[in-house]
């Protein structure tokens, strides 16, 4: 007997592939044959546009990848940058760096819940998740000014230091969170839907995992224990007292619960950073490189001349190149600046962890039903800025 | 540890590495075209070196220098947490790894759209970021960031008339 399978395109414009990701489905039924990602139409040519900024300029851009998360991926670039020039950054900018960058992990997860819940069909979660959500991200604005794209840290330190507020505003948070993390769970964990959805669904074993190259909360529910701020600590991440969370069977559920451990993990991190924040500069003593302060640009000359030197001709780290990555909530997040020892990066590399995680979404769901596909995307949680960058 | 590895490595393909050298705490290693799969293939199959994850792969466009490309494969050993850097130069046209690591494949297609270098036997080199009809290597040094056809209006093509 003759077989036909059917071909149907999942997006570009579909609410639950969160961006413009095109699916190509090849379907025996209801069953996947095969499965064909097609990305870059939010191709923006980030990784050329960064090599015609100054270092400081090309900060900007690193906002624009995954908009959900702009200031670790801030700290990601401001990590290889200053491995690249050789500043050491003062622990009280350390902790500063640590403690939004746990918020925006919050933050991210939490809409990732969010939009996750209400993919499978379960919108109660949303409401509760963002309720939340709003909370973290009026913190970050507060500090920098902005919600989605912050632009906060500065290479060799921060923007600006924190204040009292600021403090009163996250440890009033911190308190507050982990109640609200058992009420999503009382919603979700145990809900015999919600696994029915999730249980077993978009599995994909350990190995294949690694040979993918997929990182984060993705790898963590095979199994590995693989997180950067453990394996290759950076920003004093040392310094804290944490476990990463770990799954088993690498399915649906396993990284729903491995992202709902991390909640709870980023809420301890940011509790023993906010009391621990050391007394000192917030910017590295590199006069050559880091901005003065805006005080300072106000009253003297010549730090306005300082500022307006750095600002528009930037500075020349020595030939060279750096390598230096973060966990950001989607994985790891890398950059990879070779410089030639003008002003501009000679090379402005963006190692995306949705992009390979993106890249093993096909091994995933074949074989599995169509229905599966928006739990199974939702699960890897991708951000299209960040793949096609 | 670290040493006693690339000593390994070395001790099996010392012809074909041109340097290995520390530099801001990460190991670079550059090795020559002509045996860069085997080397590769080494570094992930080998028992005690098993670099069984490909971070990243990326290129890096050397213009007016010859050869012109430089291809970086950044791997990562999960036994022991050590990361290599292996950097090859090369001509337009290289091996695939996409059959040691998965994650080579979609590399491979990005730094063929990027710049041009062909991957031989790559099981599916097409373009991935950008349109199947574009013209040039965006990511290369003679590509001008605006593009060659920014001063031109847009083809409009309307389906009947084709």
């Known amino acids: 007997m003759e077989t036909t399978f059917m071909t149907i395109n999942m997006g570009p414009q579909h609410p639950a592939t969160h961006g413009v990701l095109r699916l190509l489905l090849e379907l025996d039924g209801e069953t996947i044959v095969r499965a064909v990602p097609h990305i870059g139409y939010l191709h923006r040519g980030i990784e050329k546009l960064g090599e015609t900024r100054t270092y400081h300029q090309a900060l900007v851009f690193t906002d624009r990848l995954d908009y959900t998360n702009g200031l670790s991926n801030n700290l990601a670039y401001c990590l290889a940058v200053e491995k690249l020039a050789e500043i050491e950054v003062p622990k009280r900018a350390q902790y500063i760096r640590v403690i939004l960058c746990e918020l925006q992990r919050i933050a991210a997860h939490l809409l990732w819940l969010g939009t996750h819940a209400l993919d499978i069909g379960a919108m109660t979660v949303l409401f509760y998740a963002f309720r939340e959500r709003e909370k973290v991200l009026d913190i970050v604005e507060y500090i920098t000014g902005a919600r989605l794209t912050p632009s906060f840290m500065r290479i060799g330190g921060v923007a ?11 440890k009033e948070f911190v308190k507050d969170f982990p109640k609200r993390v058992d009420e999503y769970e009382t919603l979700l964990t145990e809900n015999i839907i919600w696994k029915k959805r999730t249980v077993g669904i978009g599995a994909i074993s350990k190995d294949e995992a690694l040979s993918y190259g997929v ?10 224990y693989y997180d950067v701020r453990k394996a290759h600590p950076y920003s004093s991440y040392e310094e804290f007292d944490f476990v990463v969370p770990l799954g088993k069977n690498g399915d649906v559920y396993d990284r729903y619960l491995v992202r709902i451990n991390e909640l709870r993990q980023s809420n ?15 910017k590295a003593k590199a006069p050559e490189v880091t901005l003065p302060d805006k005080d300072d640009v106000q009253t003297d000359i010549a730090s306005l001349i300082r500022q307006f030197k750095i600002g528009t001709g930037g500075f020349r780290p020595k030939k060279g190149e750096a390598y230096a990555s973060v966990e950001a909530p989607k994985g790891e997040l890398g950059f990879y600046i070779v410089s030639d020892g003008t002003e501009r990066p000679f090379r402005f590399r963006i190692r995306p962890p949705s992009f390979l995680n993106l890249s093993a979404l096909p091994r995933m769901i074949e074989g599995q039903l169509v229905a599966d596909v928006i739990a199974t995307i939702g699960s890897i949680d991708i951000v299209l800025g960040e793949i096609d960058r | 540890m670290r040493q006693n590895k690339l000593g390994r490595l070395i001790e099996n393909f010392g012809e074909y590495i041109v340097s290995v050298k520390e530099e801001k705490g990460e190991t670079v290693v550059v090795v020559r075209p002509e045996r860069q799969k085997e080397i590769l293939s080494f570094l992930r199959k080998d028992e005690e070196l098993s670099y069984d994850m490909l971070i990243d792969l990326c290129g890096v466009d050397y213009f ?3 050869p012109r490309f430089e291809v970086v494969y950044l791997i990562r050993s999960m036994r022991d947490g050590d990361r290599v850097r292996i950097k090859v130069r090369v001509e337009e046209e290289l091996e695939t790894v996409s059959d040691l690591w998965s994650a080579a494949n979609w590399l491979e297609r990005e730094t063929y759209d990027m710049f041009g270098i062909k991957f031989k036997n ?6 991935i970021l950008l349109p199947e009809d574009f013209n040039g290597h965006p990511l290369r040094k003679d590509f001008p960031v605006e593009g060659f056809d920014f001063d031109r209006p847009f083809e409009v093509k309307l389906e009947e008339e084709s």
């Open chain 2, 122 to 127: 790559h099981p599916d080199l097409r373009r």
């Open chain 1, 268 to 282: 301890r991190i940011i509790e023993q950073a906010i009391d621990g924040v050391p007394e000192g500069p917030f």
């Open chain 1, 215 to 224: 990182t984060g909360p993705v790898l963590r529910a095979c199994g590995v």
């Open chain 1, 160 to 170: 600006r230091d924190i204040d009292g507020e600021f403090a009163k505003k996250v």
């Open chain 2, 64 to 66: 007016g220098e010859n």
